[in-house]
């Protein structure tokens, strides 16, 4: 029903915006994800979901619409709301989930607060193929890189580094050189950390 909202941003906090539009103030429930790519700028564009229960409208906003197609598929899955779509998508980047979900990386989804085992194996049985599609993944690839990349980011854990600063690191290298060996990996964050 509104695909994007476009206005001045009055307001915001980490979990909620509010857009100006022609003198309409727009409440927009937002991911930590989409939070960190808002503008220093007064004038945004947001893509929106507006989800309607009988007690309530709620707009959700995306700075991406790629995360609002993974929102929209995590909704899909039966147990998952969209305030726990919205935790996924603050706790994991999309780009992240959708890796865990190509590659079946039930430890990754279930790191997630309020996602347990059973939940984590059914958004991976329900959206496994789809994301596979959408995003014209090589699941064999996904599978070894995610592989490296975690154990490389197991090693950098158990070494004292910040789990957070080590991720931003090893998915930059990863990008760089997608075949990088666990070892490689490591070298090469160390030398950023």
Do not use: W
């Not at 999309?94 to 279930?110: G, R």
């Amino acid at each position: 029903m509104i695909a994007h909202l476009q206005g001045k941003l009055v307001e915001k906090s980490p979990t909620q915006i509010i857009i100006d539009c022609g003198g309409v103030g727009y409440h927009v429930n937002i991911s930590l994800h989409t939070y960190s790519l808002l503008p220093n700028t007064d004038l945004i564009k947001v893509y929106t979901h507006l989800q309607i229960k009988e007690d309530a409208h709620t707009l959700f906003g995306f700075m991406e619409k790629s995360e609002r197609e993974i929102f929209r598929l995590l909704l899909s899955v039966s147990g998952i709301g969209a305030s726990i779509a919205r935790t996924m998508l603050s706790s994991l980047d999309p780009k992240q989930i959708t890796n865990a979900i190509a590659s079946a990386d039930v430890i990754t989804i279930q790191s997630i607060k309020g996602i347990g085992s059973k939940t984590a194996q059914r958004v991976i049985l329900d959206l496994k193929e789809k994301v596979l599609k959408l995003y014209d993944l090589d699941e064999v690839s996904m599978s070894k890189s995610n592989t490296n990349r975690d154990e490389a980011l197991s090693a950098l854990e158990v070494l004292g580094f910040v789990r957070k600063t080590s991720e931003k690191i090893i998915e930059k290298i990863v990008k760089e050189d997608p075949d990088a060996s666990v070892e490689s990996i490591i070298k090469k964050a160390l030398k950023n950390l």
